[in-house]
C-alpha cells in the first residue's frame, strides 16, 4: 500500500534559521507530489507541488521542495524561517491517475522570534 | 480569493445518532472530495465526486457514509448511526479540473461523538 512518512513531528526554530522537513514515500510507480500548510485555526493550503521537469520546485512564501526519486523523497526546505511560518506541514502524494491525495502524518512547526 | 466554507465547525452528537456536514465548494468547480483527521493521525482521503457521482471511495467509506449534491451550491456528508471512532476532523476540498491543477481545502468541521 501506498504511504508516505514524515520523520520530523515536531519542529523549533528560532527566527532566521534554516529548515529541512523530511518527506519519504513508499509506490513503486510515478507520483505526483505536494506540500501542503495549515495554519493556526485556518484550511489546509498548497505550498507547492511537482508533477514532472525540474525536480527542484519554488513554492509559496520562500518555500522550495526537492524530489529525489532514487531516494523516494520530496523534502521541504526554507532558508530562514519567520515567526510567521509556524504552522503544521503536511507532505502528500498521489499515484498517477487517481484523484486522492495520501498525507503525511504531518511536521508541526514552532518560531520563536 | 474563494473559499470552500464548511458548516458546522464543531458539532457534537450522541453515538447512534446520524449527522451531516455540509460544505459550500467554490461556485465553478467541479470535482469535490472528503477528508478526515482522527486526532493525531494522518488525514485520510474518504470520497471524491464529479458528475453526481462517487468516483473514487476509500475502504473507510462503507455503507455508513453517504454523500450527496441536493442542490448546486452545497455537497454533504452524511454518518448514519455514528460510532465514537467517527470522532474526527472532516475536511471538504474542491477543485475546477481535478487533482493536477490543485485543491481548495475547507477549514473542515470537527465531530465529536459522544
Known amino acids: 500500500a501506498q504511504s508516505v512518512s514524515q520523520h520530523n513531528h515536531h519542529v523549533i526554530l528560532s527566527e532566521a534559521a534554516s529548515l529541512e522537513l523530511g518527506c519519504n514515500y513508499s509506490?513503486?510507480?510515478?507520483?505526483?507530489l505536494f506540500w501542503y500548510v495549515q495554519y493556526p485555526g485556518q484550511h489546509l493550503q498548497l505550498l507547492l507541488k511537482?508533477?514532472?521537469?525540474?525536480?527542484l520546485v519554488k513554492g509559496i512564501k520562500g518555500f522550495e521542495a526537492e524530489f529525489i526519486k532514487s531516494k523516494f523523497s520530496f523534502n521541504l526546505r526554507k532558508p530562514s524561517v519567520q515567526w510567521s511560518d509556524t504552522a503544521e506541514y503536511f507532505c502528500?502524494?498521489?499515484?498517477?491517475?487517481?484523484?486522492?491525495?495520501?498525507f503525511g502524518t504531518g511536521t508541526r512547526l514552532q518560531v520563536f522570534p | 480569493e474563494p473559499e470552500v466554507t464548511q458548516t458546522p465547525s464543531h458539532q457534537v452528537t450522541q453515538m447512534g445518532q446520524e449527522v451531516i456536514l455540509r460544505c459550500v465548494p467554490i461556485s465553478n468547480h467541479l470535482y469535490f472530495y472528503w477528508y478526515r483527521q482522527i486526532l493525531g493521525q494522518k488525514v485520510e482521503f474518504l470520497v471524491s465526486?464529479?458528475?453526481?457521482?462517487?468516483?473514487?471511495k476509500s475502504e473507510i467509506f462503507d455503507d455508513q457514509f453517504s454523500v450527496e449534491r441536493p442542490d448546486g451550491s452545497n455537497f454533504t456528508l452524511k454518518i448514519r448511526s455514528t460510532k465514537l471512532e467517527d470522532s474526527a476532523m472532516y475536511f471538504c476540498?474542491?477543485?475546477?479540473?481535478?487533482?493536477?491543477?490543485?485543491?481548495?481545502f475547507g477549514s473542515g468541521t470537527r465531530l465529536t461523538v459522544v
Open positions: 509506490y513503486g510507480g510515478t507520483v505526483n
Open positions: 511537482y508533477f514532472s521537469g525540474d525536480p
Open positions: 465526486f464529479y458528475n453526481n457521482e462517487i468516483s473514487e
Open positions: 502528500a502524494v498521489t499515484p498517477v491517475n487517481t484523484d486522492k491525495l495520501i
Open positions: 476540498a474542491s477543485s475546477d479540473r481535478g487533482l493536477v491543477y490543485g485543491y481548495t
